[in-house]
């Protein structure tokens, strides 16, 4: 019991420094138009919105593909996390934690594809202990590496995008892997 409320308390406190890191948007949808007699039916349109459009679906495929092939070639040892989402379009970004199984070193690789570029958060809060996570920066040419030492308890990942909620839906992905050094 006392483990299940020291995990609650841990998720809270992960949820109040990233809250300001991260910014939610919802768009509403376009209000129905009235019917009167005057009211034109609205014609049936051939495209489909930009969150169902096949090529934009087909692209993210690809990018998943191609970063799924990065992190698996820099992830070196046991994957001990691991996290994808989409940086851009109606569903973005991604955020997890992971029990860490005993003190250590691990590997923290991110990368993204099809985009200019993300951050990514990696760390450990502890009691008593100052708050740094680890920043990643991708540039979406390739991987980014770094070892980090962890401590038994949980690890996060967090991805943060500086862009507005807003932006066109282009496929592009981005990722974290966390693992054993081996």
Not at 7 to 32: H, K, N, Q, R
Not at 89 to 102: D, L, M, Q, T
Not at 126 to 140: I, S
């Amino acid at each position: 019991m006392k483990d299940r409320r020291h995990l609650v308390a841990f998720a809270l406190c992960l949820l109040i420094p990233l809250g300001g890191m991260t910014g939610c948007s919802y768009d509403y949808p376009e209000p129905e138009p009235v019917n009167t007699a005057t009211a034109d039916p609205a014609p049936a349109t051939a495209s489909l919105p930009p969150y169902k459009s096949r090529q934009v679906l087909e692209q993210e495929a690809r990018n998943y593909a191609e970063l799924e092939r990065l992190l698996r070639t820099s992830s070196p040892g046991p994957v001990l996390l691991s996290d994808v989402g989409p940086l851009d379009g109606p569903a973005r970004g991604f955020g997890s934690f992971e029990k860490v199984p005993a003190a250590g070193q691990y590997t923290v690789t991110a990368a993204c594809v099809g985009a200019a570029g993300a951050k990514v958060f990696v760390g450990q809060e502890h009691p008593g202990a100052p708050f740094r996570p680890v920043e990643l920066e991708l540039d979406c040419a390739g991987a980014t590496s770094q070892v980090i030492a962890l401590q038994q308890g949980y690890v996060f990942a967090h991805l943060f995008l500086p862009s507005p909620g807003d932006t066109p839906w282009t496929g592009a992905v981005g990722g974290v892997r966390v693992s054993g050094t081996g």
